[in-house]
């Protein structure tokens, strides 16, 4: 048992910021934060096994496949396969929370 | 793809309320809801696998065997084993997410 704090996780103007917050063969589970205009591009993975992302603090879009572009705010959660195309782009500045499902 | 929002679960005075964002093979997300002073009873499942709890909002104890309490508060997120025995006791209102994987 362990208890971590996302407060660990920074912001960098230069680039989207990653704290691995866990990983084991279970999940893995990833805060990015991102400063206002930041991305994640749109990737996936052919492997088995789901992702959530999840809003914690200010507002973007989730990003698919063709371009599609979804409203993300803070309390939402999108679930994917890894196999399916999917991305985050800021808006304002943005932290998220990433589990994934087992890990790749 | 889905995308879900944590406004759809609510608090109940009765009991803690539980809303199940999502379940399949890969991992199961509950955000439980607490009015002050609810509980979540320490208990464990003698099963592979971990989870997360993540508290989204207010504060409370993260609850563990042998009666111990570690402050739980907004951006902590514990993991532990799903054998490991876990619970949850709120200060104030409480939204928390859990994360299981893989499901029992």
Avoid at 31 to 60: C, T
Avoid at 76 to 97: N, Y
Wanted: charged share 25%; net charge negative.
């Amino acid at each position: 048992m362990k208890v971590e704090n996302l407060d660990q996780g920074k912001f960098d103007p230069a680039k989207v910021s990653k704290f691995l917050v866990h990983d084991s063969p279970y999940f893995r589970i990833i805060n990015f934060n991102f400063r206002a205009g930041q991305e994640l591009p749109v990737h996936n993975h052919d492997v088995e096994g789901q992702l959530s992302i999840q809003v914690v603090e200010g507002e973007g879009w989730f990003l698919g496949e063709g371009g599609s572009a979804t409203d993300a705010r803070a309390g939402d959660i999108l679930i994917c396969d890894i196999a399916e195309p999917h991305g985050v782009r800021a808006k304002t500045d943005m932290r998220i929370i990433v589990t994934i499902a087992p890990p790749l």
